[in-house]
């Protein structure tokens, strides 16, 4: 497999071209970002992290019959995936409450939600990602009514394996993004990563936080708490 060009770089990834026009390369970056990029620093070893948690967690949903983009990790830092024509509308799976939702809501963080929350935003930094309905999906053409409503399904299974295999290893999860994309054969394939810069984790019994949100609020730690959800996840 030949890695080419360089497609795409954003925040906490590269995405490269291959001689495979349905393959590309997924390259994990130590950058780190928040609020929109307004807050930026370094993880150390963050981008090493992320792709071995990714690649476990998609093998697993895999098992459960969600398909993903993966095709198999290459190194360290890089995961041969298929391609994909994102859908701009990233998916937020809720199971406790915290971070944005609190705040709009007034909410104290930490209460268990009675059921699953899904919420939709549509994908455009400039705008600050801004919270969207099924309506504004379907009208502005960013997905069909198929099409989403086979993407909300997902979103939910994902939550039920990936709640029960976090708690097995004492982690809560807590909220999650995902993203989904068309594949060149049409599929419709979960995609980007899955991992602490995208999900909250909190210790199940002390709720500590082992996510991004350590380096989103000052609180420190932040390499150990990634290096704590690997090694409960992947050794």
């Not at 209460?111 to 009208?139: C, F, Q, W």
């Not at 599929?187 to 019994?205: H, N, Q, S, Y």
Request: charged share 35%.
């Amino acid at each position: 497999m030949e890695k080419r060009e360089k497609l795409y770089e954003g925040k906490a990834k590269q995405v490269w071209s291959t001689d495979d026009p349905a393959l590309v390369v997924q390259y994990f970056k130590d950058d780190a970002t928040a609020f929109n990029a307004q807050k930026r620093g370094t993880i150390a070893s963050k981008g090493v992290v992320n792709n071995a948690i990714s690649e476990v967690l998609f093998k697993e949903l895999e098992a459960n019959g969600v398909k993903t983009h993966l095709v198999r990790r290459l190194n360290d830092r890089e995961m041969l995936v298929r391609r994909l024509s994102i859908i701009p509308v990233e998916l937020v799976v809720r199971n406790i409450v915290a971070g944005s939702m609190a705040k709009r809501l007034g909410l104290e963080e930490g209460g268990d939600l009675p059921s699953p929350v899904v919420e939709l935003y549509y994908k455009d930094d400039a705008l600050g990602d801004p919270m969207i309905n099924d309506d504004h999906v379907v009208v502005f053409g960013w997905a069909t009514a198929e099409d989403l409503r086979h993407i909300k399904q997902e979103a939910l299974k994902i939550n039920q394996v990936m709640r029960k295999f976090f708690l097995e290893r004492g982690i809560l999860l807590v909220d999650f993004k995902l993203e989904f994309g068309r594949a060149v054969s049409g599929e419709v394939l979960l995609g980007d990563e899955i991992c602490p810069d995208t999900c909250r984790f909190w210790d199940a019994k002390t709720r500590e936080k082992l996510d991004k949100d350590r380096f989103r609020r000052d609180l420190g730690g932040v390499e150990e708490a990634y290096q704590e959800v690997y090694r409960r996840v992947v050794q």
